[in-house]
Each structure stands twice: as structure tokens, then as C-alpha cells.
């Protein structure tokens, strides 16, 4: 069973450029998703209930491309990396292979991509 994480409007889930270690189920609630451009942050999605937030620094390892904040009282389910990775192991080769051919194409597209 996952850990649940409460958070009251505006609290950051994720900080830019931070490290990776989980990603999270919105259970409840709204989250902004914000980059930064210039000196300030710009809102470039929201996230809505059902939805993953930080899968794709969570699956590459690599560090986060973006803030995410509560833009209503909200409620995450935390997937830590331990937990995934032993999931993980039981899946064929073929799928660990897909999911990280799609998580590179969509960070070449985000690399092309001008806020």
C-alpha cells in the first residue's frame, strides 16, 4: 500500500532540477505544473485527479523538468523507487524497452519545445 501525502494549496510536490526518487497518483485535488522562464514561473499544465505526476524524471533517472504545486488542497499517493523497481523486474524485457524508448522521444519533443 502506498503512502499518502496531503498538500494545502500552493505547497510544491516537485521542485525543478531536483532528484528523483518517486512519482505520485493524484487522488484528489488540482496540480499546476510550472517551468521557469526568465525569472518567474510559467503554468505549462495541470494535472487532475486519476492522474501520474513525475513519472518521467521517476523512469529515466534523470533530474525533474519541472515544478509541480497544489493549486487546491490536494492528495497524492507516494510510488517509491524501490517499490516500482521490484515491479519492474517481473515485466519482459520487451516492455522495460518500450517505456524507455517513449520516455526518450518525449524528452527530445520537450527539448524542442520554446515556453
Same mark, same amino acid.
Given at each position: 500500500?502506498?503512502?499518502?501525502?496531503?498538500?494545502?494549496?500552493? /505547497?510544491?510536490?516537485?521542485?525543478?532540477?531536483?532528484?528523483?526518487?518517486?512519482?505520485?497518483?493524484?487522488?484528489?485535488?488540482?496540480?499546476?505544473?510550472?517551468?521557469?522562464?526568465? /525569472?518567474?514561473?510559467?503554468?505549462?499544465?495541470?494535472?487532475?485527479?486519476?492522474?501520474?505526476?513525475?513519472?518521467?524524471?521517476?523512469?529515466?533517472?534523470?533530474?525533474?523538468?519541472?515544478?509541480?504545486?497544489?493549486?487546491?488542497?490536494?492528495?497524492?499517493?507516494?510510488?517509491?523507487?524501490?517499490?516500482?523497481?521490484?515491479?519492474?523486474?517481473?515485466?519482459?524485457?520487451?516492455?522495460?524497452?518500450?517505456?524507455?524508448?517513449?520516455?526518450?522521444?518525449?524528452?527530445?519533443?520537450?527539448?524542442?519545445?520554446?515556453?
Amino acid at each position: 500500500m502506498a503512502d499518502i501525502k496531503v498538500l494545502l494549496k500552493d /505547497d510544491y510536490l516537485i521542485r525543478e532540477k531536483s532528484e528523483s526518487t518517486e512519482m505520485y497518483y493524484l487522488k484528489d485535488g488540482t496540480l499546476g505544473v510550472y517551468k521557469i522562464k526568465g /525569472d518567474q514561473e510559467v503554468q505549462i499544465e495541470t494535472i487532475y485527479s486519476g492522474e501520474i505526476v513525475g513519472e518521467m524524471s521517476f523512469l529515466d533517472k534523470n533530474p525533474r523538468s519541472a515544478s509541480v504545486k497544489a493549486l487546491t488542497d490536494a492528495t497524492v499517493a507516494v510510488i517509491p523507487r524501490e517499490q516500482f523497481d521490484s515491479f519492474m523486474e517481473s515485466l519482459p524485457a520487451w516492455f522495460k524497452a518500450l517505456i524507455n524508448t517513449l520516455l526518450q522521444r518525449l524528452r527530445k519533443a520537450n527539448a524542442r519545445i520554446k515556453i
